[in-house]
């Protein structure tokens, strides 16, 4: 008897995992609540896998042997919560994935802010090394995918609590944890410590001779680390002390210390600049020696790095002004790091759809860089109640093209236009690539 597989969704980890499943000899069935896209119904047509979008069918749904649910969907779905109530066991893309890796090695990095990043420079120091790798999760393929139609020795994923609120065996060999700050509490029934435990998940199924790379100087990882009963290696990176055992930063310099090997790097050679991206390059650096990638090709790579599209990404620089679109912002955060690395006064690009934010954690920076606020969105109330009284301009507008107008005109020369929105982008945008586009765009046509 072939084993049923359900999976609910049909974006990049639904459709991976069809793949995967069908490959691997399952009666595979996706359902997709809303439409599916052009280039993913293409995918699953040409593998023979059933589907449907625009509905769920219950009878087709509840005689699976497992159902994979896509990260999107909430434990308070309906759905999910019949199948839990029937006992059906629901597992994340990453967990099916990880039962047909064979051999290969994974580092898995999870984290509120700073993982796509360190999981896109993890990548280029394994690549810049010569490792077989690819980069999955949350950037590039979906994991499933990946282990489908092109397999690798190493596996660097980009992981979301999401996806590891349904892992069961999941255990990656290097699992990096970059800081847990509030993000998502809408999910964790706004409870900050569900959203923690979630997040701890990464190291639950890690056994001795796995790592587990922490930064020590996040008071939350800190303050919650001895309540999970962690059996792996503990790697900590930080800037406030030497270490015997991980990476840390004194006078300006980088010592990367695993077993007994030890590195030095000026953070001046360090291709992305800013403190959170010296903790970024200190994750990274490490969760590589951890796979014993030699300190040569590490620090290579460290200075060879491009940042990402939609992070901290220059688009141009009209009539003095230079515009930076942080779309990938999407949480108080984010913005706050955005804004502390800031040097010229900030023409401040903000909101969308809010997931339970506090502004009052940006206060202090808005007083001291930002000289105007655009709200781009439809929820701006909370927004002007956290700077009406500290920053003199403020205007809402509901596309990227007002925003970027608008802000435009607040500007002087040497400002600079800040799209950080500290918010998802979904009720106006497609997601914050869609968001990032549309900004950038916008700001061509000025």
Request: with cysteine; net charge neutral.
């Amino acid at each position: 008897m072939k084993k049923r597989l359900v999976i609910l969704g049909a974006g990049e980890s639904g459709v991976g995992a069809a793949l995967l499943a069908k490959q691997q000899g399952y009666e595979v069935f996706v359902s997709d609540g809303g439409p599916i896209m052009e280039n993913y119904r293409m995918e699953m047509q040409l593998n023979g896998i059933e589907f449907e979008e625009n509905m769920h069918s219950t009878q087709k749904i509840f005689n699976a042997d497992e159902v994979m649910k896509s990260p999107g969907i909430p434990e308070k779905n309906e759905l999910v919560k019949k199948l839990r109530a029937k006992g059906v066991n629901i597992i994340s893309e990453i967990e099916f994935a990880y039962r047909y890796k064979g051999n290969s090695k994974i580092i898995a990095i999870t984290g509120s802010n700073g993982k796509t990043t360190t999981t896109a420079l993890t990548y280029h120091i394994c690549k810049t090394a010569g490792v077989d790798c690819a980069m999955v999760g949350n950037i590039g393929f979906s994991f499933a995918k990946q282990v489908a139609v092109k397999p690798k020795q190493l596996y660097v994923a980009e992981i979301s609590s999401f996806q590891l609120d349904d892992i069961k065996t999941f255990r990656p060999d290097v699992a990096v944890l970059t800081n847990i700050t509030e993000d998502h509490l809408d999910r964790y029934d706004y409870r900050f410590e569900n959203y923690i435990s979630s997040k701890f998940r990464i190291v639950m199924n890690q056994q001795q001779q796995d790592v587990f790379i922490y930064n020590m100087d996040d008071e939350v990882t800190v303050k919650s680390i001895s309540n999970y009963p962690i059996k792996s290696t503990l790697a900590p990176i930080t800037m406030s002390k030497e270490l015997p055992q991980g990476a840390y930063l004194q006078n300006a310099k980088m010592h990367l210390k695993w077993k007994s090997e030890e590195m030095q790097m000026s953070i001046e050679d360090f291709a992305i600049k800013g403190k959170h991206n010296q903790y970024n390059s200190m994750a990274a650096g490490l969760a590589a020696s951890a796979v014993d990638i030699r300190k040569e090709k590490i620090r290579e790579a460290l200075q060879t790095f491009e940042s990402l599209e939609h992070r901290m990404e220059t688009v141009a620089t009209i009539k003095n002004v230079e515009f930076i679109n942080d779309s990938k912002a999407t949480n108080i955060n984010s913005t706050w790091f955005a804004l502390e690395s800031m040097e010229k006064p900030v023409i401040l690009i903000l909101g969308g759809v809010d997931k339970g934010n506090d502004y009052s954690l940006l206060r202090d920076l808005v007083k001291e860089k930002v000289k105007a606020i655009v709200c781009m969105g439809i929820e701006h109330r909370k927004i002007h109640e956290a700077f009406g009284d500290i920053v003199p301009l403020m205007v809402n507008t509901d596309n990227a093209k007002d925003a970027v107008q608008s802000a435009f005109h607040f500007a002087n020369k040497g400002d600079v236009v800040l799209l950080s929105p500290a918010c998802a982008s979904f009720d106006l945008f497609k997601n914050y690539e869609d968001r990032g586009n549309q900004f950038k765009q916008a700001v061509k046509e000025l």
